[in-house]
């Protein structure tokens, strides 16, 4: 029977040579082992970073830019209370719509017309260039797929709707900002008054809602998309000359970063082979025994196996690829 262990070797809160020893002696075995047979310790790792690299071909179907999903928590209270509000609030988007019920920020296109030469947008001129525009929008594509209310669309502007071809409101003639119980706050902008009533307004904006709780959701995303890509071109052959248009749809944040997206990602090349550069001439020395340099190549490569096999591996098996964690490489070197 073995004699009781040596006391300096026993494990104490002053002695933590006996998780070090094991360790040391573990790792003399493998670097011995590598000495001994390198071969199998340089292709096996090679071959299983290739095949699992391999799951990098689900990349496009894997993408997940949605900025919601990236940038709120999963089981957050909002969320939560978005689906509570949706379950005792429901909309009909195709005969009741309201937007004050809407448990999101909706389907929409907005345009702004704003006066040109410090002219009000409520003057003739401006006015009928307003219903031109506003024509323009409502193709027949529009009128299956808008938010309706009252059997026909709903109106991008309470003063459309109530004045329309029969020519803007006479100067004095509303009162900002409520009007015969309808709230023109979100629909004039830099608005003079005098006592209440308007004078003049430098801005109208009009927003037109489609329906998004329906088989027509989708065919909504697709004119929108469409409205995005062609209202420049639209509102170039207008050729108004007493407003100016600016446009903004329900889809043009996230189109815009993911368009971000697009354009930095190509940059990370560049920046990927500064600081693998800098690491590996960083361990350079002048003195054989002291430089490092093909030790940082094999850290480097290192690294880049790690990326290579773990993303496949995620990528493998379902795992959305979001674009947040592309600067995961820089990490990975930067230890």
Not at 263 to 289: E, G, K, N, Q, W
Not at 304 to 324: D, K, Q, R
Request: glycine share 8%.
């Amino acid at each position: 029977m073995a004699g009781p262990g040596d006391p300096a070797e026993r494990c104490s809160c002053r002695n933590t040579n006996c998780v070090e020893r094991p360790l040391r002696r573990l790792f003399e075995g493998l670097a011995g082992g590598v000495a001994a047979c390198p071969w199998p310790f340089v292709l096996v790792p090679l071959l299983l970073s290739g095949g699992l690299g391999a799951g990098f071909v689900f990349l496009p179907q894997r993408q997940a830019n949605d900025i919601e999903g990236q940038f709120t928590p999963t089981w957050g209270p909002a969320k939560a209370e978005r689906d509570f509000v949706r379950r005792h609030f429901p909309t009909n988007d195709s005969e009741r719509f309201s937007a004050s019920r809407l448990p999101t920020e909706g389907a929409y296109a907005a345009l702004i017309a704003v006066a040109t030469n410090g002219t009000s947008v409520l003057d003739a001129a401006p006015w009928a260039e307003v219903l031109r525009l506003n024509a323009t929008v409502h193709d027949a594509e529009y009128e299956r797929l808008c938010a309706r209310t009252a059997g026909r669309c709903a109106s991008p502007n309470e003063l459309l709707s109530r004045w329309g071809d029969a020519g803007p409101p006479e100067p004095g003639s509303l009162r900002f900002p409520v009007n015969d119980n309808v709230f023109l706050g979100a629909a004039l902008g830099g608005v003079e008054t005098d006592g209440g009533q308007v004078l003049r307004a430098r801005a109208l904006k009009l927003q037109y809602y489609l329906r998004e709780d329906g088989p027509e959701a989708q065919d909504s995303r697709q004119w929108l998309e469409s409205f995005l890509q062609n209202i420049s071109s639209k509102v170039a052959e207008l050729r108004l000359s007493s407003i100016q248009v600016t446009y903004f749809t329900s889809l043009s944040r996230q189109q815009e970063f993911e368009g971000n997206t697009k354009s930095v990602i190509p940059l990370f090349s560049i920046t990927y082979f500064l600081t693998i550069t800098f690491a590996i001439v960083s361990c350079l020395r002048l003195s054989c025994i002291r430089n490092n340099t093909w030790l940082a190549s094999c850290g480097v490569l290192s690294s880049g196996l790690a990326v290579l096999s773990s993303f496949g591996l995620m990528l493998f098996c379902g795992v959305p690829f979001v674009v947040t964690v592309a600067n995961a490489p820089f990490l990975i070197l930067g230890k």
